[in-house]
């Protein structure tokens, strides 16, 4: 048995026992003594939580505790707070149409291009260490909107009554929503003034389907850099299969694809088919089912923010009902609704960006045995967002439960 002390939010502090599959916490705040059980996921949101304490400890601030308005007293005696960057954070998830909602969003004039879409400040320690100027910079454009002053934006008007007061950007960075330090960084790198401000939004889908699909995004980078590299042979005529496969498979994206046994066995315009399929890849440990475990981390981040700035919504919705659905965000982010000229005969289409453009299959006995898995945490976030009604009122359009695929076993998906 090991016990870790740290903070498990910010007006509360944790102690955690550890067995070797599961642990048990009391959490003690101001008001309360509660225990509660979780599995190991729960015990990495710990661990991290920890690790984050530490090193806010090593770096000179203190995470200090919340006084009775609410505001983070430690947090407050920090001098290097950043000043502007992004107003609206795409937190996730993965595969779940956050590329296509950035690319939409793009196209409304409220919006300012980021210098890249994702810019993993928050969630990777070596883009952290380098600082809010290397962060800040990301959100600096020549766009012509970008750079109007205040009277200019309110001519074209950019904006009205209660949003913001210049145009806005936008960080979509999907995998802040499942790394553990990513909130808690946000948190710490804001005054509370403009933590207030922010606004998050997080699309989902059914778990499964968004694990074979970045099973499918993996597949399609892996097979790319194949064909670069054959391409590559081709033209130099080396012909060099082993130095192929050790370069290949050495992606990252390659991994649990078996492409170091199958790649020397590579057909050109066929490369998918050599790599792992989706029952091997699972099987392989390729899958890591805490990623889709959507109730555990929204958890985690209303800890640090609260109900009323995220703005939850299920894919399917999005897609079935885009145009109601961009309205209400559009509300949500008190911003003008889509120009009539951005639209599709009066509806607004979302933009298929980033599919995987690849042909593989899906063992439906691997399906079944992986529903089961998820039903838990599916049923806890369908309450939640039924019995979740944030202050800004209903501006989230319903949110129906994740359809299951019905599959007999030995039928391919």
Known sequence: MRIFITNFSPDEVLLSYA????????????????????????????????FF????????????LKDNDGLETGFEKNKHFMRGG????????????????YHLLMNHPSFCPSVYKEIHYFDRTENWRKGAGYYLAHFKTSSAKCTLDKSETKKMNITTAGSYAKPIYLDATPDYFTNLLAPARIFQSFPAKERAKKKFILIVREPVSREFSWYNHRVRL???????????????????????????????????LKCQENAPNVISKKEEIVLANFTEYYQSGGLVPSKSQYMTHLNHWLKYFPRNQFFIINLSTLLTNTTDSVHRLTRFLGIPSFPTDKMNNGKIVLPHENSARVFTTFDCAVRNELYPFYAQENTALLEFMRKSVPSNGTLEPPFPAFEIQPCRPGQLY
């Open 19 to 50: 067995f070797p599959s599961s642990c048990w916490y009391l959490v003690v705040s101001s008001s309360s003594l509660r225990w509660f059980h979780g599995d190991m996921l729960h015990m990495n949101l710990i661990l991290y939580e920890l």
């Open 86 to 101: 992004p107003h609206v954070f795409i937190i996730g998830a993965q595969k779940c149409g956050t590329t296509s909602l």
């Open 53 to 64: 304490i530490i090193s806010i400890l090593l770096g000179g601030a203190f995470a200090g």
């Open 222 to 256: 892996c097979t790319n850099a194949m064909r670069e590299e054959l391409r590559r042979q081709r033209k130099s005529r080396s012909g060099d299969i082993a130095a192929m496969t050790n370069k290949v498979c050495a992606d990252k994206h390659c991994k649990y």
